[in-house]
Nanobody, 119 residues
Framework: QVQLVESGGGLVQPGGFLRLSCTAS????????MAWYRQAPGKQRDLVAS???????NYADSVKGRFTISRDNAKNTVHLQMNSLKSEDTAVYYC?????????????WGQGTQVTVSS
């Protein structure tokens, strides 16, 4: 079993920044790919950014150049640095991890953290 705990959400003004963090905990697991998704009210949950275990990244077009995903494999942690935030970035952001526990592949989700961009 793997638990994902997110932190770093909050209220920021347009043009501001936030850094989200997500740490995986449990036992007998290996984390493969990790990602951040977001879901605004009435919208689908969409991929924001993903990162493979070896550091290859992918971003939604809407956040390219503004968001940066990174990870620390030793700490089983993934981060999302969000700069130049816009009102349309407002959503609940969810951490996602593809894991082996211990050899069974499963996908895990965090509880979500609210990001609100408003004046």
């Amino acid at each position: 079993q793997v638990q994902l705990v997110e932190s770093g959400g909050g209220l920021v003004q347009p043009g501001g920044f936030l850094r989200l963090s997500c740490t995986a905990s449990g036992s007998r697991f290996v984390i493969n790919d990790m990602a951040w998704y977001r879901q605004a009210p009435g919208k689908q949950r969409d991929l924001v950014a993903s990162i493979t275990r070896d550091g290859n990244t992918n971003y939604a077009d809407s956040v390219k150049g503004r968001f940066t995903i990174s990870r620390d494999n030793a700490k089983n942690t993934v981060h999302l640095q969000m700069n130049s935030l816009k009102s349309e970035d407002t959503a609940v952001y969810y951490c996602n991890a593809d894991a082996l526990v211990p050899i069974t592949r499963s996908v895990y989700w965090g509880q979500g953290t609210q990001v609100t961009v408003s004046s």
